[in-house]
């Protein structure tokens, strides 16, 4: 079991840039494979990053590589999110998520999930 407790959202133009936080508790963080999603309501929940347990292979969408990082600390059991250059489009609630196998970009795939946090980006 594992719980995750996202932060670092709020409201900024388009261009700015924010970094999420997500911390978690309970079994070792290391032993799992971590996701960043975003959800805005009536759609399904979109893959936006995703890193190994070593950090050492992340993976992104073409709707924000380039723009977006993902990165974690093994030693403080915390993944981040570094979002750049973002645009309206990228207003939306994000999730961060753990799972115990490889890598994947679906959402049904994870197995522990977040509170969320909402990011809004205007023009």
């Known amino acids: 079991q594992v719980q995750l407790v996202e932060s670092g959202g709020g409201l900024v133009q388009a261009g700015d840039s924010l970094r999420l936080s997500c911390v978690a508790s309970?079994?070792?963080?290391?032993?799992?494979?971590m996701g960043w999603f975003r959800q805005v309501p009536g759609k399904e929940r979109e893959f936006v990053s995703g890193?190994?347990?070593?950090?050492?292979?992340?993976d992104y969408p073409d709707s924000v590589k380039g723009r977006f990082t993902i990165s974690r600390d093994n030693a403080k059991n915390t993944v981040y999110l570094q979002m750049n250059s973002l645009k309206p489009e990228d207003t939306a609630v994000y999730y961060c998520?753990?799972?115990?196998?490889?890598?994947?970009?679906?959402?049904?795939?994870?197995?522990?999930w977040g509170q969320g946090t909402q990011v809004t980006v205007s023009s």
């Open positions: 890193i190994s347990r070593s950090g050492g292979s992340t």
């Open positions: 998520a753990a799972r115990t196998w490889a890598q994947s970009r679906n959402f049904f795939d994870y197995d522990y």
């Open positions: 309970g079994r070792t963080f290391s032993s799992y494979v």
